[in-house]
């Protein structure tokens, strides 16, 4: 009895091993058609990239400072001013430095800068510091 037994679970077990061999296949996924863009150059360094509602975004600062978001497809979203003593609606300090990074957090934009004397600022697209953190 017991032997039987044994060969009905063996047989079973082997079955199943059997089946999940046999219906294991490789499936190839091929890229679609690409397409190249073209961003100029005077949009300056690439920064970061962050995710978008429409896909990934591109993050530029060029020389002067202004902070120009691309989408992937090279189409210019937005841009931000960068000011010295005046301030500009939605514009952006120059003395807070470079522009190091770019994050997403809850749908809300915001960018990161490092300045000469090594502060950190969390800065909103608006223009409004949220955090600022000193480096010793």
Known sequence: MRRRMLMVVLSGILMIVAYMAGTHHATVAYAGPSTQAVVPKSYGKLVAA??????TGLVFEDAEGVIRFVSVNGMKE??????????????IPRSYGHLVSAVVNNGATGLIFEDAHGVIRFVTLTGVTE???TRE
Request: charged share 25%; hydrophobic share 20%.
């Open 131 to 133: 955090r600022e953190l």
């Open 78 to 91: 937005g841009e931000l001013a960068r000011y010295d003593t005046t301030p500009t609606h939605g514009g």
């Open 50 to 55: 962050i995710p978008d509602s429409i896909g």
